[in-house]
């Protein structure tokens, strides 16, 4: 396995995030209450666009989260193994998530 090639990928995905944070800031900020520019169906509308904006960058954030997190198990040499048992992880279930902590094994429940 190589740690290199999910470090890029990572990175990449990282700034990605980033990015989308960033250009959704707009969409997350409080409805202003004025009666007079805009009515109340609008402003409920509103209020739907950013409440989903503020969902999607809570999942945004948390994904950031484990994504520096491998990173950081990257830079300790820990990467690809599991957190569980400390067997290693299966390079295809990385390739899928490179954040996931647990082997198929333990993340099924247990070692048989």
Request: glycine letters at 8%; aromatic letters at 4%.
């Amino acid at each position: 396995m190589n740690p290199a090639r999910f470090k890029a990928r990572i990175d990449k995905e990282l700034a990605e995030l980033l990015s989308g944070s960033d250009s959704t800031a707009e969409e997350r900020a409080p409805v202003a209450l004025d009666q007079q520019s805009v009515g109340r169906l609008s402003r409920m509308d509103a209020m739907q666009v950013q409440a989903m904006a503020q969902e999607a960058e809570r999942r945004r954030q948390a994904r950031i989260v484990a994504l520096k997190a491998a990173l950081a198990r990257i830079e300790e040499g820990e990467f690809g193994f599991c957190a569980e048992c400390g067997e290693p992880i299966a390079e295809g279930r990385l390739d899928f998530d490179p954040t996931v902590l647990l082997c198929i094994g333990c993340a099924k429940g247990g070692r048989d």
